[in-house]
């Protein structure tokens, strides 16, 4: 798979989000108009041990291709591995984690923490692409603080290691998720390199990634935190692009519906308690700001029973629509 030709047919992309991104919301997300769709980020020194749940992690269809499955870990060596295992399973693309901020991850010398040795990153990337049957992307921040901005000359280096795409989110590891994201930034590296960019950081509508298109002649957006409670998005923003007319947002009968299947998936991948306790975090989410959302929150996040949980939604939604205005009779 070409990936100039997938980002060229939907430049939109799944961002890779740690407890977000597995393969039922992916499936969402693709159904819902992502063109691309990246796992969350898989320890390469788990993965090697055998890790059971790291495995489970790697889980995909071919409905949801083309999928990047992500690395992080610190050795080139353990990365080859863990390339050779990914790349041999049904993965369209390999991506390595060159931006996370957490603490254990930096701690490990990963993620963000390579930021600051480019000749570790530049090695890493080298070792993955030589191990890999299928091509590498590379996801990076700017650089580890404003004064230490490498995102040009990582991006080159990537190039020259033979990466086939690199994600770029427009902050600086010290920055965390503070501040806005610096898409000048993005579009310096557009302008350095001749492979394709995801431009990355606070595209939260279809507009925004109509301009983060224009403003950076990126060739990919990456969304991430504005898909929680809302794979719509990219139904919206295909729309928007192709069309320049923005669909209507999605109904409560759609909402209903695919967070009745995000249950059912995700206690089919990973059982009824785990899923169950999963699914929380995301049915809060789809359900911000509707009317009556703080009270079902509060009663979802005390149930542990799927046929409980599945009354509460369709509860909600019932009375939800028996609150709604009735349309006035002329
Ligand atoms: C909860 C959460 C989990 C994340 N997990 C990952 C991850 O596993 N790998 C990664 O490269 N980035 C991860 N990120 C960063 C996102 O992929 C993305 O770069 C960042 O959120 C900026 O994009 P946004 O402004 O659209 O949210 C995560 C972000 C959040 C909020």
């Given amino acids: 798979m070409n990936i100039r030709d997938i980002l060229k047919e939907n430049p939109l992309v799944l961002a890779p989000m740690a407890g977000i991104t597995d393969f039922p919301y992916r499936m969402i997300c693709r159904e819902l108009g992502a063109g691309l769709v990246f796992s969350e980020m898989v320890s390469v020194e788990a993965l090697i041990r055998e890790h059971k749940r790291t495995h489970g992690m790697l889980h995909t269809d071919p409905a949801e291709r083309p999928v990047v499955f992500q690395i992080f870990g610190s050795k080139p060596e353990s990365m080859a591995d ?10 369209d693309f390999i991506d390595i984690n060159m931006g996370c901020p957490v603490p254990k991850v930096l701690k490990s010398g990963a993620g963000s923490a390579l930021l600051r040795d480019i000749g570790l990153a530049g090695e890493i990337m080298s070792a993955v692409v030589n191990a890999s049957r299928i091509p590498v992307f590379v996801k990076i921040r ?3 603080d404003a004064n230490n901005i490498v995102a040009k000359d990582l991006a080159r280096v990537a190039e020259s290691a033979g990466i086939a795409a690199i994600t770029v989110h427009g902050r600086t590891k010290a920055q965390g998720f503070s501040g806005n994201a610096d898409w000048g930034m993005i579009r310096t590296v557009k302008d350095s390199v001749a492979i394709p960019v995801i431009g990355n950081g606070d ?4 507009c925004d990634a109509r301009r983060m298109l224009d403003e950076t002649g990126c060739d990919g957006v990456m969304i991430g935190r504005a898909i929680q409670g809302n794979p719509w998005i990219f139904r919206e923003a295909k729309q928007y692009l192709e069309t320049g007319v923005m669909p209507p947002h999605p109904t409560d009968e759609e909402r209903q519906a695919i967070m009745l299947r995000h249950l059912r998936d995700m206690v089919r991948l990973v059982g009824k308690d785990v899923g169950v306790r999963e699914m929380r975090k995301h049915l809060c989410w789809y359900t911000k700001g509707l009317h009556g959302g703080a009270e079902f929150r ?4 005390r149930l542990s ?13 019932s009375a939800l629509r028996s609150s709604a205005p009735v349309a006035q009779q002329v």
């Fill in 305 to 317: 029973e799927m046929a409980d949980v599945k009354q509460e939604i369709t509860g909600f939604f």
């Fill in 82 to 91: 863990a390339a050779r295992i990914v790349s041999q399973g049904a993965a």
């Fill in 142 to 144: 700017l650089g580890w």
């Fill in 203 to 206: 595209v939260r509508s279809a």
């Fill in 298 to 301: 509060t009663r979802i996040n």
